[in-house]
């Protein structure tokens, strides 16, 4: 039975400018980062380094040639926030790319897009 959420791999063009704007805008921090020397490169980002899911930015490229039947199509991750309002403004004043600040039946949310215009959405969960 499965029981928690371990990785998300996303499949990025640029590893190093994702990177920096996961760490540098969002606040990630890198919790592991692995090369094996022969193109397949690795890094594990997460929100908190006790955080139970990271994320591993790959080589979209690398990958593609590697396994070309998989969908390397960005998922679709829900990101939580506790103080929502604080996160918008703070993405905002970063010149991150956000949609307007939405009320849905579960909650407030917003999306923003990363710097391949990937778009990813933050819930207020208090």
């Known amino acids: 039975m499965i029981n928690n959420v371990g990785q998300i791999m996303l499949y990025v063009n640029n590893q190093d400018e994702s990177l920096k704007f996961w760490t540098e805008k969002l606040g990630f921090s890198v919790v592991s980062e692995e090369d094996n020397g022969q193109g397949l490169r690795w890094i594990e980002i997460a929100p908190t380094k006790e955080a139970q899911t990271s994320i591993i930015l790959h080589n979209k490229e690398f990958i593609a040639k590697m396994q070309p039947e998989l969908n390397l199509n960005t998922p679709s991750l829900m990101f ?10 703070d993405y905002s004043e970063k ?8 009320k849905m039946p579960s909650g407030r949310v917003f999306n923003f897009a990363d710097n391949e215009e990937n778009y990813f959405a933050v819930m207020e969960k208090k």
């Open 95 to 102: 010149n991150i790319k956000l949609g307007e600040l939405v």
């Open 80 to 89: 939580y926030s506790e103080n929502l309002d604080e996160l918008y403004k």
